[in-house]
């Protein structure tokens, strides 16, 4: 399988865009930024940030610019100011994630088998608003973070199609134990693998502490296999992102995987396992 190169959109420009036609259509109605404030119901100043690119575009604003000057397309909710829109939201999204995640997350969607190994954290397809939110950088702008948490809580919907993946999550015991987001967020986050644990499409399995295995120690990775296309293997370590399509270390990489597997709890032993953290948090 070839990873294509990925070209980000400009948010900077997109933005710019969406400003020059506000104004171009604004100008060419007649229309003082206070008569327009007054139609939308709003702030002459809101008017003046949004054609100065200094205020965040919502889509109800899209909507809103749509709806008022009957852009093309507005009608079926796809007008000028929305199609910027989900252009700006798409190259926001490619800001925010790691180098070489949004290729991972395109095969990621039309997976046949997921098979992922977490050693330091609960992996982003089993995670909970809050958690996610716990482990963003706190020096990042609460847009950036929130964004991140969306595209998150987006990837999850994989596990609900009406077809899923197989999906094959071991999670080393750590994850449980390391406090993200504190008592409350932890408590919340086993009860949902622990429901995730006894569905019938997800196999959710512990590695306790006590067992030194040594495919564990190498950090967590995961793999995804495709009906015609080569496998492919993920794997992040701090800011480092890697999409490996090389054979002979995705082989050794699902060899490790089986390996893992083998040695973690069943799955009833995970669950009482998962309970039994959960009663520390409570």
Not at 69 to 82: A, P, R, S
Not at 159 to 187: C, I, Q, T, W
Request: with cysteine; glycine share 4%; charged share 30%.
């Amino acid at each position: 399988m070839s990873i294509p190169q990925q070209y980000d959109t400009d948010i900077d420009a997109l933005r710019v865009h969406f400003s020059r036609e506000l104004r171009r259509l604004r100008e060419q109605a007649s229309l003082s930024r206070n008569r327009l404030a007054a139609a939308l119901g709003c702030s002459p100043q809101w008017i003046y940030k949004l054609e100065k690119t200094d205020k965040t575009v919502s889509e109800q604003v899209a909507f809103d610019l749509d709806t008022y000057f009957k852009t093309e397309g507005w009608e079926k909710d796809d007008g000028l100011f929305h199609r910027i829109y989900e252009d700006l939201r798409r190259a926001g999204r490619r800001r925010v994630l790691r180098p070489c995640f949004e290729q991972y997350a395109a095969y990621e969607s039309r997976a046949r088998s997921v098979r992922c190994f977490a050693a330091q954290v609960v992996p982003g397809l089993l995670q909970i608003e809050d958690y996610a939110r716990s482990i963003m950088d706190p020096s990042e702008p609460p847009e950036i973070r929130e964004s991140r948490v969306a595209a998150r809580m987006e990837r999850q919907a994989l596990l609900a199609r009406e077809k899923p993946p197989m999906a094959m999550f071991v999670l080393d015991e750590s994850v449980l134990r390391r406090p993200v987001g504190g008592p409350r967020v932890m408590v919340e986050q086993i009860d949902h693998l622990i429901g995730l644990a006894r569905s019938p499409h997800v196999q959710l399995l512990i590695m306790p502490l006590d067992r030194v295995t040594p495919a564990a120690l190498t950090g967590g990775f995961i793999l995804l296999s495709f009906e015609r296309d080569e496998d492919l293997m993920y794997a992040e370590s701090g800011t480092i992102s890697l999409l490996e399509e090389d054979k002979e270390q995705i082989f050794t990489a699902g060899i490790h995987f089986d390996t893992i597997m083998g040695e973690a709890l069943s799955r009833a032993e995970s669950v009482e396992l998962m309970s039994r953290v959960r009663e520390v948090y409570l």
